[in-house]
């Protein structure tokens, strides 16, 4: 489910930024390839597909330093559904 993805996520971006405190993009990197992986590995079900698109999004805003707001997140990614999988 994608509160797996996001246990997994958080597991390895916490864990990398222990050992690279200086460093924002290793640990992002690395957990970005974990949930495409992961994705990839429970065979890109929806409910997957969305938590990583969210904490795709959450990463790339930590990396920028912008934080995530949640409504307009979340909009964004059900009009991602909409378009690419109408049905």
């Known amino acids: 489910s ?21 460093r924002k993009l290793v ?14 590995l429970a065979d890109f079900s929806s409910s997957i597909i969305r938590a990583s698109v969210f904490l795709v999004l959450a990463l790339i805003g930590n990396l920028i330093e912008k934080k995530a707001k949640i409504l307009p997140t979340i909009s964004l990614i059900t009009i991602l559904f909409f378009i690419f999988n109408p049905i």
């Open 27 to 40: 640990p992002t990197l690395i957990s970005f390839i974990a949930i495409v992986f992961y994705t990839a």
């Open 2 to 22: 994608g509160f797996n993805v996001s246990i997994l996520c958080a597991s390895v971006f916490f864990t990398l930024k222990f050992f690279f405190k200086r």
